[in-house]
């Protein structure tokens, strides 16, 4: 059989389904930017397909986090520093517009064209390609652009042979491609949210006179419980201020530089550049008459107080907070999930702590942050009250052997390159799945998260051919633990579900996230508790011996403490955002 000179990069199932009808396997070698798809076409037909992310290595994931870091702040700044201040000057507000809508998903999407180019070329280099065919596909995770992958190729890849197929027709693939349906739902959602809030405030009672008015983000999650303390306030919500009174015409002169000495010839660079210039175009409009209004409304009735409990970091709530903090009204933000504070994570600067005036941790404190980051500026304080314990289990749970909470599966564009990278961590997945389904005689569950899809869960095609484990995934992790007992927990990759197993009474085996290890300190005190191991094989050994009655327990509460449980939590968290709200 001939050498395969060509390449086929498939973005979504659909493709992987069109690849096979059209038997385009045969004199193509297959690609994808998503390791569900190369479990799929293994599975269901005996195909091999390479994720793209394989191109990458560890030391080079990092590196590009960090060069796409360094590279947004430099873009943003100098757009920060020649267009906000225009449009301050027309507007009279005092804000970083750029640096608030794309400091944060501006890394991951400068992140997704450097680690795809730097993949294609290796891709190319190591097979001696001659052409590559693309399957159609938008640019659009996360801004409202008009790239996709022809544009791309031809950009980048101009000296190749390069051709872009469909397998959808006409329609727009973005909603199914790997990642982006989860993207897509989410807007969805968000619509139908905004609709219910405009029918609910015909029934929102008037403005009560000398109450005081707090902007309120909803829901707030960790920080839900406070809410009927405030209702004795005006509570503002963002949809309150979109469908209020007109703001009257926001039209704005937006000049844009030339940004060639900030992007040097750096090509991926240069298209987010393209990218954030026409979604900015797109809604800097509308955005400006939310924020007249709210500026108005702040003006005839003063809010006394912004409050989130899951980070405002794109979109027009990103400049409303953004514009709360610039006229003095103090923000408090909330821990949402893990990786603060106790593992290297410093996106989170962006995401969160630069946010906020105050940021009400789940225990890390502002030590904690700078032995982990002793060159990063800190501009919120920490506030260390704790995190919301779960709620009361079934009266008689369900004992079982040994849970498996699956971490979701992530798209090379969709924040897949900023942890462990994809293909990897299925690697890591199917090994660990295989030898628990090797088991006979236990009671093994295995929980991706609810209602699984090939774009949330790689695994996803193995569950139909496990002999010896059982399926969950209709429910949260949350809920799972509210019904069942586990006497061990297996997390394959270090995130939020660990701080859910340590309020549990059993052994937990703990692997780690190459892109964000934990610190010293925190990593000493999780030790303790967790059966922690870096190698697939040793951790496999250890559960082995666990279910054979042979590991010594670990219960130890050093680290729960420190990064979890604290006494009064909502007491002091009520205490604290009270006084706040008085002064």
Same mark, same amino acid.
């Given at each position: ?201 015909? *029934?929102?009672? %008037? $403005?009560?006179? +000398? ?6 983000? #909803?829901? =707030?999650?960790? &920080?839900? !419980? ?72 702040? *003006?005839?009735? %003063? $809010?006394?107080? +912004? ?6 970091? #794109?979109? =027009?709530?990103? &400049?409303? !907070? ?89 798209? =090379? ?171």
């Amino acid at each position: 059989m001939p050498e395969l000179k060509k390449a086929l990069i498939l973005y979504s199932i659909d493709d992987a389904r069109h690849c096979v009808s059209e038997r385009l396997f045969e004199d193509h070698r297959l690609f994808s930017v998503h390791p569900g798809i190369d479990v799929y076409l293994r599975v269901e037909h005996g195909l091999e397909c390479q994720c793209l992310s394989r191109f990458i290595s560890q030391d080079e994931a990092i590196a590009f986090c960090e060069q796409a870091e360094a590279a947004v702040d430099r873009l943003l700044a100098y757009l920060d520093e020649r267009v906000s201040a225009g449009l301050n000057r027309q507007t009279g507000f005092q804000l970083k517009y750029f640096d608030a809508l794309y400091s944060y998903f501006g890394r991951y999407h400068l992140l997704a064209y450097i680690c795809f180019y730097e993949a294609l070329k290796k891709m190319i280099a190591e097979y001696g390609l001659k052409s590559i065919t693309f399957y159609n596909f938008k640019f659009d995770c996360f801004f409202e652009i008009n790239m996709d992958v022809a544009e791309f190729a031809a950009g980048f890849f101009k000296d190749h042979e390069t051709r872009v197929i469909d397998s959808a027709g006409p329609a727009n693939k973005a909603a199914k491609v790997s990642g982006g349906g989860q993207i897509h739902s989410l807007v969805k959602t968000i619509k139908s949210s905004l609709r219910a809030a405009k029918a609910a405030l015909k *029934k929102r009672p %008037p $403005i009560r006179r +000398g109450a005081k008015n707090i902007f309120v983000d #909803s829901p =707030l999650y960790q &920080l839900d !419980f406070i809410s009927g303390d405030l209702s004795r306030h005006n509570l503002i919500g963002l949809n309150e201020i979109e469908v209020s009174g007109s703001a009257g015409e926001a039209a704005v002169k937006i000049d844009f530089p030339d940004a060639g000495p900030v992007i040097n010839g750096d090509k991926c660079l240069a298209a987010l550049y393209q990218d954030i210039r026409e979604d900015f175009s797109k809604n800097c409009p509308q955005f400006l008459k939310t924020l007249v209004k709210l500026d108005r409304r702040h *003006k005839e009735h %003063p $809010i006394a107080l +912004g409050l989130w409990g899951l980070p405002p970091n #794109s979109g =027009l709530k990103a &400049l409303v !907070f953004a514009y709360l903090r610039s006229v003095g009204i103090k923000v408090v933000g909330a821990q949402h999930g893990a990786s603060y504070g106790d593992s290297y994570e410093p996106w989170h600067f962006k995401s969160d702590f630069n946010r906020c005036d105050y940021f009400i941790s789940f225990g890390f404190t502002a030590a904690d942050l700078a032995r982990l980051y002793p060159d990063r500026q800190l501009s919120a304080e920490i506030l260390p009250f704790g995190k919301e314990r779960a709620g009361a289990s079934a009266a008689a749970r369900k004992k079982i052997d040994l849970l498996f909470p699956i971490t979701i599966s992530r798209s =090379l564009f969709c924040t897949g390159m900023s942890k462990m990278t994809p293909d990897s961590l299925v690697a890591r997945q199917i090994k660990l799945l295989e030898y628990l389904d090797s088991l006979t005689g236990f009671d093994i569950y295995v929980k991706p998260a609810p209602n699984p899809s090939y774009d949330s869960c790689s695994v996803l095609p193995l569950f139909r051919r496990f002999n010896n484990l059982k399926l969950v995934d209709d429910r949260s992790l949350t809920a799972f633990l509210e019904s069942y007992e586990p006497k061990g927990i297996l997390i394959e990759c270090a995130s939020t579900p660990l701080f859910d197993a340590l309020e549990c009474d059993a052994e937990i085996f703990l692997m780690n996230d190459f892109m964000h290890p934990f610190e010293g300190q925190a990593l000493a005190e999780l030790k303790q508790r967790v059966h922690y191991s870096e190698d697939t094989g040793e951790m496999i050994s250890t559960i082995d011996l666990f279910l054979k009655n042979g590991l010594a327990p670990k219960r130890d509460g050093t680290f729960a403490g420190h990064y979890m449980n604290k006494q009064n939590r909502e007491e002091n968290i009520r205490r604290f955002i009270g006084g706040l709200v008085a002064n």
